[in-house]
């Protein structure tokens, strides 16, 4: 079988109505998401989400630390981080720690030496709240689909969501976080949502590249290319 895809970049901004991307995969992500008891348990400010608390100007004013003080820690996060490069990796590619090779440790170092190397590593302190995947995926709860909990705030737009069909191939080994429990969260977001579960860590796609090639393979054939052909009458 041959499949013919192509590759987009999706934004929460862009997402919604663009109908130029018909599918989305998630690789051990980052960010925030929520279990449908906590959203319920939630006290948010004015009742809304963080898109609309932001469009609106309700998150306050932020208070970063100064900015010598959060270049100072993340120079010494950074020289801290250099010379256990190797070491982090293996313990992040668990399944298949001699994927962690020369090539990836070198280039990670010389990413760290470059000279905005230090902006990266002290802009998450000065980063608004960044929206949840309950928002981002258009959720059954936690989102702008779910009125429920909002009573005295409107929102004036509609948030950019992504509502088609998603891949979650998560590497359940990595130790960065709850992985198992998150890919069970990411399951219950909403229908349309597979969770297909990996054998590996952090980085799964370089640390097991056939096993996830397949996982995405069978989710293209399954979930987005039947979703997008048309349906014949008889």
Same mark, same amino acid.
């Given at each position: ?10 934004t ?7 109908g ?36 609106n ?5 932020a ?36 994927a962690?090779d020369?090539?990836?440790?070198? /280039?990670? $170092? *010389? ?6 190397? #230090? &902006? ?5 302190s000065?980063?608004? @709240?960044?929206?949840t ?33 998603v ?19 990411? /399951?219950? $977001? *909403? ?6 579960? #990996? &054998?590996?860590g ?6 097991? @590249? ?25």
């Amino acid at each position: 079988m041959n499949v013919e895809y192509q590759t987009c970049k999706v934004t929460a901004s862009g997402s919604n109505g663009s109908g130029k991307c018909r599918g989305l995969i998630l690789m051990n992500s980052a960010g925030k998401v929520f279990k449908r008891e906590e959203v319920e348990s939630m006290k948010v400010e004015n009742g809304a989400t963080v898109a609309e608390a932001t469009a609106n100007n309700l998150l306050g004013v932020a208070s970063p630390p100064p900015r010598l003080v959060a270049k100072v820690g993340g120079t010494g996060l950074l020289w801290y981080l250099r010379p256990r490069i190797q070491s982090i990796c293996k313990n992040l590619y668990p399944t298949n720690p001699s994927a962690v090779d020369n090539v990836l440790c070198d /280039g990670i $170092l *010389r990413d760290s030496l470059d000279p905005g190397a #230090i &902006n990266v590593m002290i802009s998450g302190s000065k980063l608004p @709240p960044p929206r949840t995947a309950n928002e981002l995926l258009g959720a059954d709860f936690g989102s702008s689909k779910n009125r429920g909990y909002i009573s005295s705030f409107q929102s004036k737009f509609e948030e950019g969501t992504f509502d088609g069909p998603v891949l979650v191939a998560q590497g359940l080994l990595d130790p960065l976080n709850d992985a198992k429990g998150r890919a069970e969260m990411f /399951g219950k $977001l *909403r229908a349309g949502i597979k969770v297909d579960p #990996i &054998n590996g860590g952090h980085c799964p796609h370089d640390e097991l @590249p056939l096993d996830v090639a397949k996982s995405v393979l069978m989710w293209l054939e399954s979930d987005v290319l039947q979703r997008s052909r048309p349906t014949v009458q008889t």
